[in-house]
């Protein structure tokens, strides 16, 4: 996908949003558009500046708090995801449907998101729950838990986390030169050396969010296996050698297993 050149719109990567989503400081209700012609479904409201309206939902998200969650937005077909403050819901009609209302809405064009890809897993994994889901939720830090810990519903803290977020970005280059340097530009499970594929990824238990920016914290990765690794997907052992694969990547990723033959 080529970049959009419009003011409001940030191309970004499947790795920044990654990294952005867990960097949140509140969790998320979701919400999904994978139809075409639905997209004027998610719009600007026309009575409050910079604040959106999600939708014709049946019914509202039962686990989400105004305040206290972030609303996101996926246009799966466009590549579009929208990330703001969730501040309630608005009734559509006298029938139980409403819209979500949005504030302080943020718009990213994610450039190398194709659907069903394997390099998009991971993401996948957050915004595009299976089934015909209404709602899905997404606690950064918490997986696995059913509710979220009481956090901070300071309004400022959206622009605050994407103000740091982008600072990382710049480092992020420069880590990328170092573990390079360090390892060669070669993916460590694959061989692969083609430069446009590959990502230094953090090591488990290395945090960009901690600092962990020096070539001994990462790793090239080819960005599929990037995006597994960041999932849980797979696992490398001390020497970085791939030990493990999940079933359903086992096609894609079983014959660099150490040992397989």
């Known amino acids: 996908m080529k970049p959009i050149k419009k003011r409001n719109i940030k191309n970004v990567k499947i790795q920044d949003i990654l990294d952005l989503l867990h960097a949140l400081p509140k969790p998320a209700v979701i919400t999904k558009n994978t139809q075409q012609g639905a997209s004027e479904y998610y719009r600007k409201c026309p009575k409050k500046k910079n604040t959106y309206l999600d939708g014709y939902w ?4 039962k686990k989400a708090k105004a ?4 609303a996101l937005h996926f246009k799966t077909l466009e590549g579009l995801l929208y990330i703001g403050s969730f501040d309630g819901c608005e009734a559509y009609d006298e029938s ?19 659907i069903d890809l394997k390099s ?5 994994q957050i915004l595009r729950k299976p089934g015909p889901v209404t709602y899905s939720y997404f606690y950064p830090g918490q997986v696995g ?43 460590k499970v694959t061989g692969c050396s083609v430069q446009g594929i590959l ?23 080819r960005a ?4 597994a690794l960041d999932a849980g997907l797979i696992k490398l052992d001390a020497k970085h050698r791939l030990v493990f694969v999940a079933p359903e990547l086992h096609m894609e990723y079983g014959e660099y297993i150490v040992g397989s033959e």
Request: charged share 35%; hydrophobic share 35%; with cysteine.
């Open 199 to 221: 990502d230094a990824a953090h090591l488990p238990g290395r945090d960009w969010q901690k600092g962990h920016f020096s070539a001994e914290d990462g790793i090239p990765l």
């Open 67 to 70: 305040g206290a969650f972030y």
């Open 96 to 114: 139980d449907r409403v819209s979500l209302v949005v504030k302080d809405v943020e718009i990213y064009y994610i450039e190398d998101y194709k």
């Open 58 to 61: 049946k019914g509202e998200p």
């Open 120 to 124: 998009t897993a991971a993401l996948d």
């Open 224 to 227: 599929d296996l990037h995006r």
């Open 145 to 187: 838990k059913e509710e979220p810990v009481s956090l901070s519903t300071n309004k400022n803290e959206l622009q605050e986390i994407l103000y740091a977020w982008r600072k990382c970005r710049a480092e992020q280059a420069k880590f990328r030169q170092r573990v390079f340097k360090k390892h060669g530009a070669v993916c």
